[in-house]
């Protein structure tokens, strides 16, 4: 066993790891955040998605001393308790979530890409989701609402007392 110090959702934490601990294994069992999902244990499916330095991971196959030193974003760190990203505000209103196992695995993959580009194509979009699977919602919802973000970081309001065009 060995310690590591990670910084999980903007938090120092150390946790004792040996060499076969995955970063999935440490977030639920040793620091309690159970909205990374196990699915395929392989990184096929894309439920364990997290950040790493901004970085979408697939954490069950990404080993928990490799992140020693890193910043770890989990879907419980993209906003406050109580509160929403946009992104997941996006998935709520426009019924991107079905089940649920494995939205917060697209939540965390949209919110790198639309903080790495914040207005991506369809096809840019489609192609960052492509390592996450979802059984139940066919995608549309799941695009619409990445597009649902995007459009509303890209419009420019309008100033108080003009006319919009």
């Given at each position: 066993m060995m310690s590591v110090s990670l910084n999980i959702n903007g938090r120092d934490r150390s946790?004792?790891?040996?060499?076969?601990?995955?970063?999935?294994?440490?977030?639920?069992?040793?620091?309690?955040?159970?909205?990374?999902?196990?699915?395929?244990?392989?990184?096929?499916?894309?439920?364990?998605?997290?950040l790493i330095d901004g970085a979408p991971v697939d954490s069950c196959i990404y080993a928990a001393a490799a992140a020693g030193g890193r910043q770890v974003t989990t879907i419980e760190g993209l906003a406050r308790p109580g509160d929403y990203s946009p992104i997941q505000q996006a998935f709520i209103d426009g019924g991107g979530v079905q089940c649920g196992f494995c939205t917060p695995g697209f939540i965390v993959t949209l919110t790198a890409l639309l903080r790495r580009n914040p207005d991506p194509s369809r096809d840019e979009i489609n192609n960052a989701l492509s390592g996450n699977i979802c059984r139940c919602t066919g995608y549309s919802q799941i695009i619409e609402a990445a597009l649902l973000v995007a459009a509303a970081a890209t419009s420019t309001p309008t100033p108080a007392g003009a006319v919009a065009q």
């Open positions: 946790v004792n790891v040996d060499g076969a601990d995955t970063l999935l294994d440490v977030l639920r069992e040793q620091v309690g955040l159970l909205g990374t999902k196990e699915g395929c244990v392989e990184g096929e499916c894309g439920a364990c998605t997290v």
